[in-house]
């Protein structure tokens, strides 16, 4: 099994186990154990016991849950960082700021280095590249689309025309107008969801016992 598997299923068991105690007395136990089950849910973990401190009725594993960052709030934290930066090194020049900019200097090659780090994985998971690309191929098609329009309705305004054919050109018009707004719905779809979270730790488990597995 995975570590990536094991870590998703071992939450699914945790939920699962931890609903069905509180459904059934029966499941509220370990088998040999005489404590209630505990589904312990602390910052950054999931711990399953069969409710003693230590031993055989104890911790069962421990879920050490994956760790994320907001994206787009960690750029704004980083920009005022680099904001406040540049305005001590225009103070410099009228009072002594030397000792603030030599640690804040410290400091800035490591943003920079995360920021573009995580610039790179935000962009590739959320697919920004394509995204742009197809935005920029929509616009491209409704200026063609806009112009055969136009096109349409100088025909359609002309006086050589039949009524055959100037509905037959209205029609035309008409289905440009659909195709216009079905491309838009489509890049809406594609463009619409964007997912803000970095994962920056993987989750995993500590398996400790398996006295919890037994029938």
């Known amino acids: 099994m995975s570590d990536r598997k094991e870590y998703l299923d071992k939450i699914q068991e ?5 609903l069905r105690s509180q459904l059934k007395d029966k499941y509220s136990q ?16 999931l711990i399953y016991s069969c409710g003693s401190k230590s031993g055989k009725c104890g911790e069962q594993y421990i879920i050490h849950l994956a760790k994320y960052i907001n994206y787009p709030l960690m750029k704004q934290e980083i920009d005022e960082y680099l904001y406040y930066y540049l305005d001590l090194d225009k103070l410099k020049n009228y009072i002594d700021v030397d000792k ?3 640690e804040l200097e410290k400091s ?11 610039k790179k994985e935000y962009n590739k998971q959320n697919h920004i590249k394509s995204r742009s690309s197809s935005i920029k191929k929509m616009y491209s098609t409704r200026i063609l689309d806009k112009i055969k329009q136009q096109q349409l309705l100088k025909e359609i305004s002309s006086k050589d025309i039949t009524e055959e054919k100037k509905q037959d050109l209205y029609r035309e018009y008409i289905g440009i107008n ?20 970095l ?13 919890y597995k037994a029938k």
């Open 100 to 102: 603030e900019l030599k």
């Open 30 to 45: 370990c088998n040999t154990c005489d404590e209630k089950k505990e589904f312990i849910e602390e910052e950054g973990k």
């Open 14 to 18: 945790f939920y699962e186990h931890k």
């Open 108 to 118: 800035i090659s490591n943003y920079h280095k995360i920021y573009n780090k995580s």
């Open 178 to 197: 659909q195709k216009i707004k079905e491309d838009y719905e489509s890049l809406v779809k594609e463009t619409e969801t964007i997912d803000p979270y």
């Open 199 to 211: 994962l920056i730790e993987e989750g995993s488990v500590t398996n400790k016992q398996t006295t």
